[in-house]
């Protein structure tokens, strides 16, 4: 059976246009936009937008005496986890490179481990992590505001996401913490998991082909251990199979060993 991918794609949030029609209307933009629009014209235009218009697709009511340029003090945590559409606004915005991006981060900042859990702001935490440059301060905070829920990120359906775009994005360094919560929870219990199995796979195949195989002494090992378990198992295979692919020939060599005289059972799978 031919392996499906299951890896988050940049394009993945394509998939969401369609609900996209009622992110505006008419009334937002009514000099210049159609009564329905797809996202990519949204997308479009937001990126050319005058600053008093695109407050306007915010819905961003200001006082006469405040500037244009002041950050959209009502976005909040709460507001964006109730709201798929406005969750979206803010996310097409924060794309758009107008200069809302670190407002933004440090208005959701304190609630950002809540964010990561949810089914769509979980695509904004993401984002952080492609408009902000490796170093950034504010970036830096994030990575640790993050650090302690790792072990709750793992098991979950929207924050797995975040992890493997942190794991995908983030200097091999800075990825201890990731690989230690992994060990500490259990290595095979993680790389059976139906979520965290993607995080596992994603970390393996990063520091392998980095070159970095030593890293992963501990999990490599505990990963060929349960060989035969991990290729029987409905999640766990997909990493079996990236080891057998890219792995060292010494680490290789180990799967086969601890495979070898198991080709019937792991057939009738």
């Known amino acids: 059976m031919p392996r499906q ?6 394009d993945a949030f394509s ?16 000099e210049c936009l159609p009564v329905h629009m797809s996202l990519q014209t949204f997308s479009d235009l937001v990126k050319d937008a005058r600053m008093e218009d695109l407050l306007k697709i915010l819905k961003i009511h200001k006082q006469p005496e405040q500037e244009a340029s002041t950050p959209p003090s009502c976005y909040s945590s709460s507001r964006l986890m ?34 990561a859990q949810s089914e769509w702001t979980c695509w904004l935490v993401q984002d952080f992590f492609n408009v902000f440059q ?3 301060p504010d ?18 359906p929207h924050a797995n996401f975040v992890l493997r775009k942190m794991v995908a994005t983030l200097l091999p ?19 059976k998991h139906q979520y965290a199995s993607r995080v596992v796979e994603d970390v393996i195949v990063r520091f392998i082909k980095l070159g970095m195989e030593d890293r992963l002494a501990n999990v490599l090992d505990e990963i060929i251990g349960a060989a035969l378990e991990m290729s029987m198992d409905v999640h766990g295979n997909y990493i079996i199979q990236d080891m057998m692919t890219i792995c060292s ?13 198991h080709w019937t059972q792991l057939a009738s799978r």
């Open 15 to 30: 998939l969401h246009w369609a609900e996209f029609e009622q992110v505006v209307s008419a009334e937002d933009f009514p």
């Open 139 to 156: 970036l830096n905070a994030l990575v640790h505001k993050l650090e302690p829920h790792i072990a709750e990120f793992l098991r979950s």
């Open 173 to 191: 360094d800075m990825l201890d913490f990731i690989i230690r919560t992994i060990e500490k929870e259990g290595v095979v219990k993680n790389a």
């Open 82 to 115: 109730n709201d798929k559409v406005e969750c979206y606004r803010v996310i097409i915005v924060l794309r758009s490179g107008r200069p809302f991006a670190r407002d933004i981060l440090r208005m959701t900042f304190r609630h950002a481990p809540e964010l």
């Open 249 to 261: 020939t010494h680490h290789r060599g180990a799967i086969m060993k601890n495979l070898r005289g």
């Open 5 to 10: 991918s299951r890896c988050l794609s940049e």
């Open 134 to 136: 490796l170093g950034d």
